[in-house]
């Protein structure tokens, strides 16, 4: 873990910038011990450039990124980068395996690349817990995309790592598979304070596990929030039905309620209390006939927020 406070992952004003693209705009964040942060972002919004430069892959054309409170380079590795990286795991891009060799044998070799001190245990401990016992004795070549998934993850995850880096790490797994990986990073963050970025196009799967999410879209961050507040940002509506909407109509707007076309209202008063507009209804003869709240889910407001919602 980073020393007490000091941000695990902190990025300031980074950009990278090719010929005809700025794929990462000018973006500073911070990742605090044992958060999971999820960078939330479309096909191309920047997010595997971004996670690159934060692992040194390539250089920035502008600004800085520090790791255990390392400064990263792409270049040039200080003592202390070296000692950041042994204690970061990494997936980035297509998971990668020897394909001739077999799981165990492809984490066999990760755990010596690590110089870990026993890395049989460390092997069967990680083969158990990504769910890869049955396959332990499988090639590579011959695993579903979502297996060669756990098994990079297993790669990320083999030598404890106080912070992973994940890029899209449930990309190609199925609906179980996608809980297990999220039990699995969730109960690492909370019971080891393991600091975790991903990055993911789900907005409603990692609102499930992170407590942080930064939007990203054409390179920028757009928005960050809390998990827990996110519903704050997301519109809500009352939808209003009768059998004379257009009478309805008038009266609310007479009663000082800004009504929307299909009868919709996203007044305060309207959402805080409901009764009352069927009480106005009510008085003037026009019932509701249908009075409920309608939510914005996530994905409309993650498409809304970086302005796609015509895409
Ligand atoms: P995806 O979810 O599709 O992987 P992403 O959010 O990870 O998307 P990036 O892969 O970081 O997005 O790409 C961001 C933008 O930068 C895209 O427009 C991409 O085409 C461009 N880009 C990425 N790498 C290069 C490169 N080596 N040369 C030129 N343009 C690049």
Known sequence: MGSAGAPVIEVAGLTKRYT??????????????????????????????????????IAPTA?????????????????????????????????????????????????????????????????????LIPYAARRARTLSMGNLQRLALAKALIHS???????EPVNGLDPVGVVEIRTLLTGLARE???????????????ARMSGRIGILHQGRLLAEHDASSLDAHRHRHLKVSTRNDATAHQVLRDRGYHPEPGLLLADERALARPEEV??????????????????????????????????
């Open 20 to 57: 005809d693209v700025v794929a990462v705009d000018d973006v500073g964040l911070s990742v605090h011990a044992g958060q999971i942060y999820a960078l939330l972002g479309l096909n191309g919004a920047g997010k595997t450039t971004l996670i690159r430069m934060l692992l040194g892959m």
């Open 63 to 131: 600004g800085s990124a520090w790791v255990l409170g390392a400064a990263v380079s792409a270049g040039h590795r200080s003592a202390g980068l070296r000692s950041a990286w042994a204690r970061t795991g990494y997936l980035v891009e297509a998971p990668a395996a020897y394909p001739e060799l077999t799981v165990r044998e492809n984490l066999h070799l990760y755990a010596r690349l690590r110089r870990l001190k026993h890395p049989g245990r460390h092997v069967e401990d990680i083969i158990e817990r990504l769910s």
């Open 161 to 167: 790592p106080d912070l992973l880096i994940l890029d």
């Open 192 to 206: 080891h304070g393991t600091t975790v970025l991903i990055s993911s196009h789900l907005l409603a799967e990692v």
């Open 278 to 311: 069927a009480t106005v209804l009510v008085e003037v003869g026009v019932p509701p006939t249908e009075l409920h709240l309608v939510e914005e889910d996530l994905e409309a407001y993650f498409l809304r927020i970086v302005g796609a919602d015509h895409a």
